[in-house]
């Protein structure tokens, strides 16, 4: 029930509920607690929350952006200033996406080929082209824990045939970029500055909305042989069900001694459902973004603090929550702050909504350990899922 | 050396060299070390910083002010709410300004007369009045440990007949917001509710840049007898030269019993200057709003963060700084923040700022105590001040 790879990298499941399972997965920046969430820093930073305020919400491991990285301040930089953990002053885990979803999603014209995917930075225009070997390079310049392969996610609803033109190439480039990890593991690449030698690398499985192509990508991209693998291409606009559905199917397909990353979910209850379903790590940028926009996420739902009702309401925004921000501010000041556009909005709101994350997962992760999963499941989805807004 | 009023606000000054003093400003919320710098949190919040690091930088009482949240939410809204203090969650001494200076500066249509100023809001054009009574009111509802009276502040440079009609006018209202705040105080104002009972009441001098009217406000106002008194009407224009004038000749005529309050000013070679005259108090914006633009202050001088030649530099912004920002990050990691508009810029920048002011007030009382503070000031004045930028 554990795996130990060459590197520093190395995962244990500790403890079982059905498919649901708690472990702990070591990286050369130290132990990650699974089923875990990564907030994600895009630009080497959690929008409007400091580390610390990390560290004291719980976090264990962040995510960073490639595509964002590479273009500014850009990975050689980033090398030279001994790589992303010293340069952004976070000393515990982070795991690195490929950029290829920025490139599908942000990036202005471009073009897919594959050899490499052509594009213009969303910055300044100017001309790039990421391939899977480029994508390993940058992120051994970063020196991430992981690393992600670079793939190509077909958007939903996508047609089967452009779902399988994704998924196929996604493999090619898979054993390309594993092909170019090994290389850079052994030093074959001249000139390269690796700033992690103990990084591990990813692979991601795609094929969109169809079992077949899913059941596909998984026997091509496993067989290439990563650390672990992540589920790719959901949570791009088709409905949550579905989503559900497809975890359901790929996720026991995943090797069981390996984590399994369910990559951008999700809502709180989506945690719920595909840790069910043997998902171990997840990201998203739901808590921050929706605390940005005035939305904190409570036991009882989701809160939007702007509403009237909320002016004089002295209340924490959850009143069994323990995070800094309902330990010490009320809704009626929250909602001021949001009214007036105060930054610390923004700080506070994120605060809680990481922390509720955090949270959410620590009684999920010791549900599981104490055989009480499915209890905490069911009551969860009872208090907070899919009600109308509680506004 | 020391005074107690009847309320809980007393001051006591322990130390002198020169003009200058150290001494401990008590209030029903705690006491302050003077001299003391107060971070402006307008809006009920200094902009970017959360509370806890506010308390981590050594801050010991923040400003608010009045014409902002009596526009929002409502000195009514607050009282409910049990007070500013509660309201904000900051359980620490906090001063209110008047009102007076954002009427003037940033309501729109406004006409003033004797009886009042009538102005228009500047968030959503309703039309208002301020008089002194209604001013100390608000202040009430709000509950500061240190409420100011409305005073009016001529714009500089000013001729002297524009001088002295604020200069009268802010007399006549001192004595009217004098004689309110004291039937707020004996429960002679029906239907008020009084958030803190033993709130203080600080004059404010005018008089613009003439030394003869400034005596003239001197006298009128202590001979009504506040608590304290404030320096008003500078740092709205004139030279820095002129201002230092000003209070060189004015800070001695005030009380020596009582804190002396600077409204306003400065940066941080004008508080030594401003503290070798006699200053107990200062507040401004610039050390919040210079790191919102990316400017740092160091012992060096000011360090324009977005520079290129810091894009690879892993100092700290000020080696010789125990800021958090100092103790963590590198100044290409924080021009990296600035350039990506990330909020955590503003946050990192405004929490080294917040430091360096509150520890260069350290600094200055420890070198008070110990008889050293005219070598402090030459040391501050010759690395720190009016150099060209360090960039």
């Known amino acids: 029930m554990s795996f130990q790879a060459e590197s520093a990298f190395a995962f244990e499941v500790t403890h079982r509920s059905g498919a649901a399972r708690a472990g702990v997965l070591r990286t050369p920046h130290g132990s990650v607690e699974t089923p875990a969430f990564m907030p994600v820093g895009t630009r080497a930073a959690v929008k409007a929350v400091t580390h610390r305020d990390l560290l004291d919400a719980g976090v264990q491991i962040v995510l960073a952006n490639t595509y964002h990285l590479y273009l500014r301040p850009g990975g050689d930089r ?9 340069f952004m002053g976070w000393h515990r885990p982070i795991l690195t996406d490929s950029g290829g979803y920025q490139v599908f999603s942000l990036a202005g014209t471009r073009t897919i080929a594959d050899d490499a995917v052509r594009f213009r930075s969303h910055l300044d225009g100017s001309e790039h082209a990421l391939s899977p070997e480029k994508a390993a390079d940058i992120q051994a310049q970063l020196g991430s824990d992981i690393a992600m392969v670079l793939d190509e996610c077909a958007p939903a609803p996508g047609t089967p045939d452009a779902a399988r033109g994704a998924m196929e190439r996604s493999a090619r480039w898979a054993r390309r970029a594993r092909d170019r990890f090994l290389a850079i593991r052994a030093g074959d690449v001249a000139g390269l500055r690796v700033t992690n030698p103990g990084q591990a690398q990813f692979g991601i499985i795609q094929g969109g909305v169809y079992p077949d192509l899913r059941t596909e990508s998984v026997q091509r991209t496993s067989e290439i042989g990563f650390e672990a ?6 949570s791009v606009g088709e409905p949550v069900e579905v989503m559900y559905e497809v975890v359901k199917q790929t996720a026991p397909l995943l090797p069981d001694d390996r984590p399994r990353y369910l990559m951008g979910t999700g809502m709180p209850d989506d945690l719920f459902e595909c840790v069910a379903q043997g998902v171990d790590m997840f990201d998203c940028v739901l808590p921050t973004r929706n605390a940005r926009n005035g ?18 309401d002295e209340r924490p925004p959850d009143p069994g929550c323990g995070c800094y921000t309902c330990r010490h501010f009320s809704r009626a000041y929250l909602r001021h702050l949001f009214l007036s556009q105060e930054m610390t909005a923004a700080t506070l709101n994120s605060l809680h909504n990481l922390y509720f994350y955090l949270d959410t997962l620590r009684r999920i992760r010791e549900a599981i350990v104490f055989g009480s999963f499915e209890k905490l499941r069911q009551e969860f989805h009872r208090t907070f899922s899919r009600r109308p807004l509680t506004t």
Chains 1, 2 share one sequence.
Do not use: D
């Open 229 to 234: 693998y992540a589920i790719g291409g959901l």
């Open 295 to 312: 939305q904190l996420l409570t036991r009882e739902g989701r809160l939007v603090i702007k509403n009237a009702r909320y002016a004089e």
């Open 78 to 86: 980033i090398a030279r200033l001994g790589g992303l953990h010293r």
